[in-house]
T-cell receptor, first 111, second 112 residues
């Protein structure tokens, strides 16, 4: 079993839809949770960063962490074609050499 | 502009021919890492550096070397590349532990 599981998709939604992206994990020691966005032929870009459980909102993006269920989510409201990218979840116990990434979910938002 | 710069962007080489991928960051970050990205496997850490002259192995270090002689530079060296090292490579830097990385644009390496 992988330490971090992420549905690879692909996921295709119409413009304006609410998108839900999810990851599950097995290591209960993870306490830092991140979402990265990766456009084609580009490096990952840090989108959201949260510590421990709870919600964090930034514009159209909301990150949720449920440590009891070992489950994290990223919600995108009013999705736009410019949101089309691969989204990677990442998590860490607290050291840069133990960060674990999901395999990524490819999202397409159709106009 | 704050960034991580990798070169080259694309590289095709033959088995056994030594190569170096350069990485430089202009943000004065202490932490730097190299990752490889393969379909279905996600990003896997190759090597990691906490500061000048301090490096550590990641999850997949076999066949790779790194050095950190200056804070801004963190080159990745493949002494004798093999076809199983064909991959997309990313250099990344971070201000502090678990803070999240700034990634370079990637180097697509093909070993034939």
């Amino acid at each position: 079993q992988k330490e971090v599981e992420q549905d690879p998709g692909p996921l295709s939604v119409p413009e304006g839809a609410i998108v839900s992206l999810n990851c599950t994990y097995s290591n209960s020691a993870f306490q830092y949770f991140m979402w990265y966005r990766q456009y084609s032929r580009k490096g990952p870009e840090l989108l959201m960063y949260t510590y421990s459980s709870g919600n964090k909102e930034d514009g159209r993006f909301t990150a949720q962490v449920d440590k009891s269920s070992k489950y994290i989510s990223l919600f995108i409201r009013d999705s736009q074609p410019s949101d089309s990218a691969t989204y990677l979840c990442a998590m860490s116990v607290g050291n840069n050499n133990d960060m674990r990434f999901g395999a990524g979910t490819r999202l397409t938002v159709k106009p | 502009e704050a960034q991580v710069t990798q070169n080259p962007r694309y590289l095709i080489t033959v088995t056994g021919k030594k190569l170096t991928v350069t990485c430089s960051q202009n943000m004065n970050h202490e932490y730097m890492s190299w990752y490889r990205q393969d379909p279905g496997l996600g990003l896997r850490q190759i090597y990691y550096s906490m500061n000048v002259e301090v490096t550590d192995k990641g999850d997949v270090p076999e066949g790779y070397k790194v050095s950190r002689k200056e804070k801004r530079n963190f080159p990745l060296i493949l002494e004798s590349p093999s076809p199983n090292q064909t991959s997309l490579y990313f250099c990344a830097s971070s201000l502090r532990e678990a803070y999240g990385y700034t990634f370079g644009s990637g180097t697509r390496l093909t070993v034939v």
